[in-house]
């Protein structure tokens, strides 16, 4: 695995992705949970975030307090994206968002674009690039391309399920960006679905199958 591929290990992020992945699940505890997750996957990786000193007053005295020192940008990768939105602004309500608008083409499994909008002055945020499902790395490696070209150089990818292919793909086109996920699955099937996966993560969440 690449040095900056990412799997996070922990008991509660395990447990909510056996939700996740039972088909069973109806969608809207699939929906709270994919943001339950992504919140925890978001908790994991920003400890690295930089501070800056900032003056207050407590109640009773003066004080030097810590507080984030840099902008943070969402950019979900419509329309599975989305659903990792909502958790991880409970972290960083602060945190901007873009949109940018992917889906793979069923047949050739080619990413194609049909939204993009993201706010002025991104080029310096940080960007957290949203998507639960890395597969063939299609989408995730198109989008990182059109943020490239907008300027935007800090990018960390976060997801939820990666296969081999999908991570192996990434990496090749875009050795600079970290991907943080929750689980590396075993391999894509003949269709590029995720195995074992969780099955389309759009149509779960947003009640299409
Ligand atoms: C899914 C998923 C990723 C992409 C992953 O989106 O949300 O964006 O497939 O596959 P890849 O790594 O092979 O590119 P999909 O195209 O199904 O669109 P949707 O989110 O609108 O359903
Ligand atoms: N997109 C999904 O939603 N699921 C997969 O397994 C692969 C791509």
Do not use: W
């Not at 996740?20 to 690295?48: C, G, H, K, M, Q």
């Not at 975030?49 to 003056?55: C, G, Q, S, T």
């Not at 990413?111 to 597969?135: I, Q, S, T, W």
């Amino acid at each position: 695995m690449p040095a900056d591929a990412i799997i996070l290990k922990h008991p509660l992020i395990e447990h909510k992705l056996a939700i996740l992945r039972n088909r069973e699940t109806p969608n809207p505890l699939f929906r709270a949970t994919l943001n339950e997750l992504s919140y925890l996957v978001v908790y994991e990786i920003t400890r690295d975030l930089a501070l800056r000193p900032v003056e207050i007053h407590t109640p009773l005295a003066p004080c030097t307090v810590q507080q984030l020192a840099e902008q943070i940008l969402l950019i979900p990768i419509l329309r599975a994206g989305l659903g990792m939105v909502d958790g991880i602004l409970h972290l960083l309500p602060t945190a901007k968002i873009g949109h940018i608008g992917v889906y793979r083409n069923e047949e050739t499994l080619q990413p194609v674009e049909y939204y993009c909008k993201l706010p002025p002055g991104a080029e310096a945020m940080r960007v957290f690039l949203l998507d639960p499902m890395l597969a063939t790395g299609g989408s995730l490696a198109y989008a990182i391309t059109r943020l490239k070209e907008q300027g935007i150089r800090q990018i960390s990818v976060v997801s939820i399920l990666a296969a081999p292919e999908g991570i192996a793909a990434l990496q090749a086109a875009h050795p600079d960006v970290t991907l943080y996920c929750a689980a590396l699955d075993e391999r894509l099937n003949e269709q590029g679905y995720i195995l074992p996966g969780l099955g389309d993560c759009g149509d779960r969440l947003f009640g299409t199958l």
